[in-house]
């Protein structure tokens, strides 16, 4: 597997995965990922599709009373 983000802070890694304006930190689905076929890049934006969408499923079964504004609270 080639690494783009290896030696790069935090900080540096989030922009070549285009998505301003968010902390990185929750914004990625907890999983194994195993292919030779991906980048590091590439991981990590499925590994962000997952997150989005299983939060995004949960969001939509959550109670009505739930004192919670948005997803991303959740």
Not at 61 to 71: E, G, I, K, N
Request: glycine share 4%; no cysteine.
């Amino acid at each position: 597997m080639h690494s783009l983000l290896k030696d790069r802070s935090d900080a540096e890694s989030w922009p070549p995965l285009a998505i301003p304006g968010e902390n990185p930190e929750g914004r990625f689905f907890p999983d194994t990922y195993r292919s030779p076929r991906y980048d590091d890049v590439e991981i990590l934006k499925l590994a962000y599709g997952s997150m989005r969408d299983a939060l995004t499923e949960a969001w939509n079964m959550r109670a009505a009373d739930l004192p919670l504004q948005s997803p991303e609270q959740a």
